[in-house]
């Protein structure tokens, strides 16, 4: 019965960090597993939460900073950006106004919110502009001609 009860708080572990995606919750799951295969061999109730505070410890401290190391962004690798990575730096074309709280913009024939990357800045139906940053659903954008004076905002120099 041990055996059981480990094994669904390794599942509601499991599921709660598709939820929170910063790979903690699955250390803590992963502990709980192996509390269940303790608990499967027969061991006692204090020897299972000892394998499961052993096995979450390690995990978190050796495993989950492996993987942080190798989960790097594409930009960062030097691969190949795709998804909303590959929007950052592309161009973009006003549609309607875009100011600190309203926009719209076409980005490679698709239509985006857009906000000024530049709270102080709007741009007018027609300007080309870059996009700096993708939050959510929301392309923040600056404008286009980096080749100005003051070019990309101080967060992109």
């Known amino acids: 019965m041990d055996a059981v009860l480990w094994i669904v708080l390794g599942v509601v572990l499991a599921v709660a960090e598709i939820f ?22 027969g061991a006692p109730v204090a020897l299972q939460a000892l394998v499961f505070a052993v096995v979450s410890a390690l995990s978190v401290a050796v495993v989950r900073p492996i993987i942080q190391k190798h989960a790097r962004s594409a930009l960062e690798s030097g691969e190949q950006p795709f998804g909303v990575e590959a929007l950052e730096g592309a161009t973009a074309l006003v549609l309607e106004p875009v100011d600190a709280e309203r926009g719209l913009v076409k980005i490679d024939g698709e239509l985006w919110s857009a906000r000024a990357y530049d709270a102080t800045r709007s741009y007018a139906a027609g300007e080309r502009v870059q996009v700096i ?7 923040l954008v600056w ?8 070019g990309l905002p101080e967060a992109k120099r």
């Open 133 to 139: 940053k993708v939050r959510g659903a929301i392309a």
């Open 20 to 41: 929170t995606t910063t790979l903690f919750l699955i250390m803590f799951a992963a502990g709980a597993f192996a509390a269940a295969g303790a608990a499967a061999l």
């Open 143 to 150: 404008q286009d001609d980096i080749s100005t004076p003051g």
